[in-house]
């Protein structure tokens, strides 16, 4: 088709002011005469053309010469950006073919296995962002029926290879990760200080909230600076041995986050592509021992022993494979750890665990405490079985605070809004007796709805926890709010729906136990 | 969450010029006050409501006040017009939950059945414009992998269910369909008349061409308006026993498109949802006598005779339990039927069998007296074995004809252009030999390259079929463009790969066969 082939009749790009999300958007006239747009009907995607570089978008049509003219092509802005034209540029538009490697995508569909070759294919174009939203859930969906190990270690070969690779010196670079889901459990911020005052390196990237009320980063941002550069990063892991940073500048397995923002919207969540997710960026971060913490309880991501077995084997495989040396503990995730939701509710259990105040909360004192002994193990001269000493020993005598403190200095001042909301409601209980389970999601559910992680001050203090006893009226927990239609909002739903269940039978006897 | 909950602050309603196609979406501003967009982040789907009125939508962002200012809603042409309230009216606008029903789909992607109300509701909140394009193509991949055959059957009867059914007196109400994908294939315009004029009723809806150069409504657009209604439609075969109309105004199992423009791109295509889409069509349409034409050959949708009996039965499984009585034939589908491709030339071969031209395409004729056969002997009254003879009859006695122009004169002059394109090339043998195969997909391209069926004029003419003798520079077949710039595409295209394989090896002697 290329001989005797005339030039496409070539547009001016104009941008326009729309935020598309991740997918890239073009928009063209209906009267445009160099294209046509007839011609298009039926097909979806166009690729754009200027000298070498090419890229593909989803096409809207639009009436209004105000917005885009006849010779004008309009790109929303991520597309703008991602093409890197200056408005007003020429630009060749023709109707897209399907990226190469959606053909691989549609054999999964059918059942078949891919090849390495395949899966490295179609996560190479979705970095190029050739994939359209609806493609990617194709892929994700079809891939969800089952997976192969070994498609699982060359999706997690190929994600991480299409990012940012750290490198390190060091022969032990320690990372640590909780999959999350237990509101409060902020373990990240006092392991990798106790680690970092050991003398292990722990340069941890952590990610902000997509859908729960804080992410580490979002935490870690009411105390320092967090939007730091690989290079920057490097200086400080250097200078700290440590680091808490967000994983986003970073450029780690940037694919993840693309495929993380099709799956939380559908909801599909599988142990392979968890594990997928995970150990592409620790892969790419230059981790190579990795201590995987899988809270367990009714309201976590994984509810039961046996499912937490099953994704530790699927860890320890790829892991193994990728020579990366994993470890997995399972904690209980019943209930949330420390008493605060929300950044800076968080930040101040996890100050007060450094600070060794006498009431910092304990369950996550000792969570952090036995995550860093597993990691302090790695460490060949730290003799089997005395990590939790050593561990306890850094935090008691202030090492960790110490170097917490000389991180905070090395990434700098935040630049956030860190007071903690004024608008304050109690949520009491409404009968006596003892509190026997917590809801984790409502909890999160309404921590956001009172603004985290957008207002670091708003979320939740945890006031009562499970087998506390309770008399009706007692405040279960206590709910911050920085703006009024939230807290009014906030407060209502918590009024008509806790999450907390108090049990106000009498107390049986222990015979009868 | 209702108790207490004060109402969302409202926004006004402003039209944005942009077709985004099927989906829903709106625009707000960055600067927002009512909204606060922060808090949608992480939410990609927003709720509009107005009095009883409730809408799912995509989200898009903007800074520009003179697209959208800080008090407007904007919606695109799409979600303007299905929310049908007036620019300027008051909208509250809320992140949005998913559909209910994706939990099904949820289900279904992890390998679960789903029973027919799941089915229902997932199918109602598409015909709702309630799923993204995401969501749509998760529905379709999840279902792609397996279906048994009473979900098959509850999405047939769903996908009926959720637009309009027609319903007919009599007692016999024939319809036939060509699953497609063979070019000048318009049997149906010869096999209506001929049933029509023998007094049985056969109310024939065709779809228009969404990826190859003309749909049977295309093509019947070059001799009459199709674009009619249903009262309309009913007058017309009360009148003439039959009818050729566009299905897309009837709104017969409009689902049925939506999945389609998803499943294109995707390049999804299983049997079951072809026997899904094809049989909610005709149940919603009031048939309970039915012909499926199965193409078989290389290129066509059906490669083997095997895959043909699958398809069969499933067809013949999902009649039986709607009441449709269902008969399925194959017929060669290994090269274009007739000379013309693209509705004007396809108009011509059909109007030339109609008339008993001596130089009309004798296999377009014979498929359709096959076809039309088996439709006659539906009738008590046309005994077993007399179904071609009949046809024959009244196709050559000149009824056929007749009746077709009466079809014609009911429904309406057409509005459209429909003179031959000017602008000509012949694409030549580039060696002496035998014809051997021809690429249907590749002539397809070809005809849409050249403007069909856009430009009803535009298309190709076959001038030699498998089997024929070829001289080298001796015509295969003339493409027809109506402009310049298409007839320069794809003259170059075709002249690079005619989609003709010539054999120039010496004829074989008969012993050596």
């Given amino acids: 088709m290329k001989a005797g082939q005339k030039p496409r009749p070539q547009l001016r790009i104009r941008r326009i002011n729309l935020d598309t999300g991740r997918e890239n958007v073009a928009v063209i006239s209906r009267h445009s005469r160099a294209l046509r747009p007839e011609v298009f009907r039926g097909f979806s995607r166009v690729e754009l053309r200027s ?45 897209a073919k399907p990226p190469g490697s959606l053909d691989a995508v549609r054999q999964k569909i059918l059942g078949r296995t891919l090849g390495a070759g395949d899966i490295t294919a179609i996560i190479n174009d979705i970095a190029r962002f050739r994939y359209s939203d609806m493609e990617i859930a194709a892929f994700l969906v079809g891939s969800a029926s089952f997976m192969t190990t070994a498609e699982l270690l060359a999706l997690t070969r190929a994600m991480a290879d299409a990012g940012t690779h750290l490198r390190w010196e060091q022969a032990i670079v320690a990372d640590k990760h909780c999959i999350g889901g237990i509101p409060g459990n902020r373990t990240s911020m006092i392991v990798v200080p ?21 992410g580490t980063a979002d935490t870690m941002e009411v105390l320092a600076r967090v939007d730091i550069g690989v290079g920057e990063m490097k200086e400080i892991v250097a200078a700290c041995h440590g680091c808490l940073v967000w994983g986003g500048r970073v450029n780690l397995s940037p694919v993840d986050d693309i495929l993380i923002s099709v799956e939380r919207p559908l909801g599909i969540d599988t142990r392979e592509q968890m594990v997928a997710s995970i150990m592409s960026k620790k892969l790419a971060a230059g981790s190579n021992h990795l201590l995987v913490d899988i809270p367990v309880g009714p309201a976590a991501k994984v509810k039961t022993a046996m499912e937490a077995m099953r ?35 968080e930040a101040r259990d996890v100050m ?3 600070s060794n105040d006498l009431d910092a909360p304990r369950d996550l004192r000792e969570n952090s405490l036995r995550l860093a002994a597993h990691i302090l193990e790695y460490d060949p001269e730290v003799r089997g079985g ?7 020993k850094l935090l008691e005598g202030g090492a960790a605070l110490r170097q917490m403190q000389k991180i905070i ?32 999601l409502r909890l999160n559910r309404l921590a956001r709805m009172a603004g985290a992680p957008i207002y670091k001050g708003a979320g939740i203090l945890v006031l009562k926890k499970i087998g506390d006893r309770v008399e009706r009226g007692e405040p279960l927990y206590r709910i911050y709010a920085c703006e009024h239609s939230e807290f009014e909002l906030v407060a209502a739903a918590a009024n008509v729906r806790s999450g907390y269940r108090v049990d106000d039978r009498p107390p049986t006897s222990f015979a009868a136990r």
């Fill in 386 to 392: 005395t990590g939790y000493a050593r561990a306890r």
């Fill in 409 to 440: 200095d090395a990434q700098g001042p935040s630049t956030c809004r860190t007071e903690l909301g004024t608008l304050t409601v109690d949520i009491a209980a409404d009968k006596d007796g003892v509190v026997e389970s917590i809801d984790c």
């Fill in 311 to 345: 994704l530790r084997k699927l860890f320890e495989f790829v892991g193994d494979q990728l020579g990366i040396a994993v470890e997995v503990v399972t904690t209980d995730g019943r209930e949330p750890i420390g008493r605060g939701i929300g950044p800076v509710l």
């Fill in 51 to 95: 000298g070498a570089k090419s890229m593909l978008a989803t096409l809207l049509i639009t009436d209004d010469d105000s917005l885009v003219g006849a010779e004008d092509l309009g790109l929303a802005e991520p597309a703008f950006h991602r093409f890197a034209s200056p408005s007003g540029s020429l630009v060749s538009v023709t109707p």
């Fill in 352 to 354: 007060a665990v450094l």
């Fill in 194 to 214: 106790i680690i970092a005052a050991h003398g292990l390196t722990i340069p941890k990237t952590s990610s902000r909230a997509i859908t729960s009320p804080a």
